[in-house]
């Protein structure tokens, strides 16, 4: 497994996932672009009329996940072992590694080690033609769902550590209104289809609760939606309202084991 490979300046941090031109998928991929296009995300969303739920969830996963591997290839550099010695989003959730399959006690790492891994992990799964099949005809396996939810699962911990331990780095990137505009669209794609548990999300609940969010500031095309304070960051954004989130309901000091 190697770390960063490809370089700083290469803004991709893993080799990104190519659907093939002249698939269906491809298609759909298409379709799903041009329907963004259009700024209406909750109905971008939705599964296209006659198409196969599978086929939908395997492309926008596939999506997702170079999206997010390009965000935080942005980042990589201020996401360091020294910087991030351990997985978290915020002070209270902490994640530790594992894959249930060849890392079965969970590993406590660094954030870095964490999405390496995890991104490595994930990028498996989407390269396995028995899992992610990309030809016409060659059936999803019986626990497709199960898999997608849990790679989602997963990638969604990636967003959940750039806003709560880089958010303010994105912020100097001017690259706020891609991250915020990737994962509202993340997150309506899984409240869509039930994709992730409610309390997976919760180190991002404050910001996916929000119903304003698009309102609070003036600065970024789709405007920051974060109104998470970025933990142990003094930096505010002009015209963007802080909410502390809630300690309620929240699992305090707990820490997921891979799962
Ligand atoms: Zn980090």
Redesign the pocket.
């Given at each position: 497994m190697s770390f960063f490979f490809g370089g700083r300046s290469n803004k991709t941090f893993k080799p990104k996932k190519n659907i093939a031109e002249g698939t269906h998928q491809y298609d759909l991929m298409k379709h799903a672009a041009a329907t963004l296009g259009s700024g209406n995300l909750r109905l971008a969303v939705q599964l296209p009329e006659g198409e196969d739920l599978n086929e939908w969830v395997a492309v926008n996963t596939v999506d997702f996940f170079n999206q997010i591997n390009m965000l935080y290839g942005t980042?990589t550099e201020?996401?360091?072992e020294d910087?991030?010695p351990v997985?978290?989003a915020g002070p209270k959730y902490e994640y530790h590694w594992a894959d249930g399959q060849t890392v079965k006690k969970p590993i406590k790492c660094?954030?870095?080690k964490y999405?390496d891994y995890l991104m490595t992990w994930a990028q498996d799964q989407l390269d396995d033609e028995t899992t992610f099949p990309s030809k016409i005809g060659v059936p999803f396996p019986k626990n497709f769902s199960q898999i997608a939810k849990t790679i989602l699962k997963r990638l969604f911990r990636v967003y959940a550590?750039?806003y709560h331990?880089?958010f303010h780095e994105v912020v100097k990137l001017r690259e706020e209104a891609h991250l915020n505009t990737s994962f509202k669209h993340f997150i309506f794609f899984v409240q869509e289809f039930s994709l992730i548990d409610r309390r997976e999300l919760a180190p991002l609940q404050e910001l996916i609760d929000s119903p304003h969010r698009q309102r609070t500031t003036t600065a970024g095309a789709a405007g920051p939606p974060a109104r998470l304070r970025p933990a142990g960051s003094p930096w505010r954004p002009a015209g963007t309202q802080w909410i502390l989130p809630a300690t309620d309901g929240l699992r305090s000091g707990g820490s997921y084991g891979g799962g």
């Open positions: 980042i201020f996401c360091t910087t991030c997985m978290s660094s954030a870095p999405i550590h750039i331990q880089h």
